[in-house]
């Protein structure tokens, strides 16, 4: 495996991958690799001739007062996990080489990106966009793997591939869970020991929501379920938690057949975020 860091020796492996009709899989990431960035490029490996992970911790899509400069990176770490993954290419740019100059040209996030996560993140998805973008035309892949814990960003990046005609496949995978049901993110390594033991609460109130939709189809009473026992079992503040229509993110209608359930909560000084994507149709 190869930690690649110019744009320029970039272009090289991929223009020396298309001249003999190899399939690339992407897998941006911001590094600080844990099991479910694993799981990403290890369904890439599957499906792909190479596979190149992008780290990079962009500065675009953190706010003024976000965690940008304290984002965990360890560069020597990843590259040992992502070879173990079947990685072919890091590609790990400095913020320079990305971006070099500021020619006043930005990718605006539409409707999708003014809810959940966009709410209380103004920017973040326009941020987002820029740097996907910019990584689909450097890299060119065959096929971006993204997690479905960033559901609302899967669905914006769709919304981009699909209106703007990027010629690529978007493979979404599945949530990797602690053992206790904490969603895996690479900021669990902020929370306490008291937040790290409250946090499982989260999912499992996502979990009691299902249930009731499933049951009764009531998404008021399937929020407020999920909502008092997020209260009642943690000391953390909701942000947001709420039931969608997938991938359009809009209100849940008579004709709607999947929802994403998704809820973002302080716990102590760490944002958490979760979320289900089931069908409330035809089960
Ligand atoms: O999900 C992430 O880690 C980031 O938002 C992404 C897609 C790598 C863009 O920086």
């Known amino acids: 495996m190869k930690v690649v860091t110019t744009i320029a020796e970039l272009k090289g492996i991929i223009k020396g991958a298309q001249e003999v009709g190899q399939s690339i899989g992407l897998v941006p990431t911001m590094g600080y690799l844990h099991e479910g960035h694993l799981t990403l490029a290890s369904e890439a490996r599957k499906e792909n001739d190479i596979v190149i992970m992008s780290i990079f911790v962009n500065p675009t899509q953190f706010g003024p007062n976000e965690d940008f400069e304290s984002y965990p990176r360890d560069l020597p770490r990843d590259t040992k996990l992502a070879e173990s993954a079947g990685v072919d290419y890091i590609f790990a740019p400095a913020v320079e080489e990305m971006y070099p100059t500021d020619g006043g040209i930005y990718i605006r996030a539409g409707r999708q990106s003014q809810i959940?996560?966009?709410?209380?993140?103004?920017?973040?998805?326009?941020?987002?966009?820029?740097?996907?973008?910019?990584?689909?035309?450097?890299?060119?892949?065959?096929?971006?793997?993204?997690?479905?814990?960033?559901?609302?960003?899967?669905?914006?990046?769709?919304?981009?591939?699909?209106?703007?005609?990027?010629?690529?496949?978007?493979?979404?995978?599945?949530?990797?869970r602690e053992e206790d049901g904490l969603a895996k993110s690479s900021r669990n390594v902020y929370l306490t020991e008291q937040d790290r033991s409250e946090a499982p609460a989260i999912y499992a109130a996502l979990q009691l929501a299902k249930d009731e939709m499933k049951e009764t189809g009531n998404a008021e009473a399937a929020i407020e379920k999920a909502r008092k026992s997020i209260e009642t079992e943690t000391s953390g503040r909701i942000d947001y938690l709420e039931l969608l229509s997938y991938p359009d993110l809009a209100q849940v209608q008579e004709n709607t057949t999947e929802v994403l359930l998704a809820v973002a909560v302080y716990i102590g000084k760490t944002r958490l975020i979760d979320n289900l994507m089931f069908s409330i149709k035809g089960e």
């Open 116 to 176: 959940l996560c966009g709410a209380s993140r103004p920017g973040h998805f326009d941020g987002v966009l820029q740097v996907v973008a910019k990584l689909f035309h450097l890299a060119q892949p065959t096929r971006a793997y993204f997690g479905q814990k960033d559901a609302q960003q899967v669905a914006i990046i769709q919304t981009m591939v699909r209106d703007y005609n990027f010629p690529l496949e978007l493979r979404t995978v599945p949530i990797v």
